[in-house]
């Protein structure tokens, strides 16, 4: 069992580029979740899918598209990249308790 | 609009000491609360969850209490070691949604 992995680890963008982050999860749970962490602010959640085939807006949209390919895969993808879009993104899952955190990675956007 | 709040934002304590660290929260309709260890560069691993209609979990040295009518946990350290220095955050979940606070740094000193 891997549980929540992630890609990459590190990534260096310059604004205006895009990419999209990867998060897949092996545990066969319904929900997953994409967070950023920026000091002194805790995890904000950015989007999150409660099923398969369904997607909700968290805090901090803005900026940002998901894709909930298939129960296992929850991706996360920047159109154009902002400075303000620096930050360690973390992708977790949970059953109906415990939540599941992937390792997390950590964008900069020159 | 559901508010986690941690305080200390950060304690240093000797080692051996016993601890206490705080979380609040403004709304008392949650499902659970949940105890969470970051590591520095790392992602959150997941210590203690207590369901809304429980008052305490405990793991070993660790103990997590819920006081729903007050929005308050608290997670209690006993005899703290070095190995305990890390940052802590606590969660409350709603229907789907987990809301975090800023987190405690933890520092135990040898």
């Known amino acids: 069992n891997a549980g929540v992995t992630q890609t990459p680890k590190f990534q260096v963008l310059k604004t205006g580029q895009s990419m999209t982050l990867q998060c897949a999860q092996d545990?066969?749970?319904?929900?997953m979740y994409w967070y950023r962490q920026d000091p002194g602010m805790g995890l904000r959640l950015i989007y999150y899918?409660?099923?398969?085939?369904?997607?909700d807006k968290g805090e901090v949209p803005n900026g940002y598209n998901v894709s909930r390919l298939n129960k296992r895969e929850f991706s996360l993808r920047l159109e154009s990249a902002a400075p303000s879009q620096t930050s360690v993104y973390f992708c977790?899952?949970?059953?109906?308790?415990?939540?599941?955190f992937g390792p997390g990675t950590r964008l900069t956007v020159l | 609009k559901q508010e986690v709040t941690q305080i200390p934002a950060a304690l240093s304590v000797p080692e051996g000491e016993n601890l206490v660290l705080n979380c609040s929260f403004t709304?008392?309709?949650?499902?659970?609360l949940q105890w969470f260890r970051q590591d520095p560069g790392k992602g959150l691993t997941s210590l203690l969850l207590?369901?809304?209609?429980?008052r305490e979990q405990t793991s070993g040295r660790l103990n997590a209490s819920l006081d729903k009518s007050s929005g308050r946990s608290t997670l209690y350290i006993a005899a703290s070691q070095p190995g305990d220095s890390a940052t802590y955050l606590c969660?409350?979940?709603?229907?789907?949604?987990?809301?975090f606070g800023t987190g405690t740094r933890l520092k135990v000193l040898a």
């Open positions: 899918s409660a099923s398969e085939g369904t997607t």
């Open positions: 969660a409350v979940r709603g229907t789907y949604k987990y809301i």
């Open positions: 545990m066969n749970h319904n929900s």
């Open positions: 977790a899952s949970s059953e109906p308790t415990t939540q599941y």
């Open positions: 207590i369901q809304s209609s429980q």
């Open positions: 709304d008392s309709a949650i499902y659970n």
